[in-house]
């Protein structure tokens, strides 16, 4: 037995990085997996094809979040290919460009909230109809410590995703009796590579700053993705749990 047994989740973004490992991880614990796209479709096919060799069920779907209607019909083609099957979503698509907030511009600003925040809204309200006919389910939005912490260049980006904890506590409270569970995974910093030569500073701060003693991996997101979908996590919604190697619980002052 594995901890996703019988289940099917789409996870958004999942054409690299941290959502690669999110459906890498969940396709391990025996969920068939809706790998989520908008442009990096090689990337995708990649991780559907090291899923379905490791004798696993996976497809690749395309879909631009910024259209809602396009969030629909995601939800609508995961559902399809899975013979009327979901039972997980994973909001992890998202954008993070650093602009400084006196020289931002509205339209930046609403790429990045249009991106990161109301897709999530859009797939979730989707997701949670569906789910709400056939027995319920679990929506994880991943987060930041960014939310609470926020970075200079990044007041866009933080502002969604403090409106991304909210809104899961929010929908956890809406949708609990229909028996989903929504919860949210706010990740530290995450290594990916060339990160220590593009920001060396950052990355040797922030080892000095985390009593783990070092970076996150994309695979510790996922673990707790996982969790979060899985009966271990049956009595926790409305949470934001913490990926973060310690660092937000050193002392600012």
């Known amino acids: 037995m594995t901890l996703l047994d019988g289940q099917t989740a789409l996870v958004t973004g999942a054409g690299g ?9 969940f396709a391990q614990q025996g969920a068939a997996v809706a790998v989520h796209c908008r442009t990096a479709f090689a990337a995708a096919t990649d991780v559907a094809e090291r899923i379905r060799a490791a004798g696993g069920e996976a497809v690749v779907l395309r879909a631009d979040l ?5 969030c629909r019909r995601l939800i609508e083609e995961t559902t399809a290919w899975s013979a009327g099957r979901l039972t997980a979503l994973v909001n992890n698509a998202a954008v993070q460009p650093v602009q400084p907030l006196p ?3 509205a339209g930046d600003w609403r790429t990045v909230v249009d991106t990161d925040l109301t897709s999530v809204f859009a797939c979730t309200q ?8 056939h027995g319920g389910g679990t929506i994880t939005h991943i987060a930041s410590i960014e939310a609470g912490h926020p970075a200079p260049g990044h007041a866009h980006y933080s502002a969604a995703k403090a409106a ?3 809104h899961a506590r929010a929908a956890a409270l809406e949708y609990g ?3 989903i ?5 706010s990740p530290g910093l995450i290594d990916r590579p060339g990160l220590a030569e593009a920001w060396p500073e950052g990355v040797r701060r922030w080892l000095a700053a985390a009593p783990a003693g070092r970076l996150g991996r994309p695979e510790d997101v996922a673990d707790a993705c996982v969790f979060l979908a899985s009966p271990l996590a049956s009595w926790i919604t409305g949470h934001d749990l913490v990926v973060d190697g310690g660092v937000t619980a050193r002392p600012t002052w």
């Open 17 to 25: 990085g941290i959502g690669r490992a999110i459906a890498l991880r």
């Open 66 to 70: 910024t259209d809602e209607a396009a």
């Open 103 to 105: 020289r931002m511009t």
């Open 126 to 133: 989707a997701a949670a109809a569906h789910m709400r006919a």
């Open 164 to 166: 991304v904890v909210m």
């Open 177 to 179: 009796p229909d028996g």
């Open 181 to 185: 569970r929504v919860n949210t995974v």
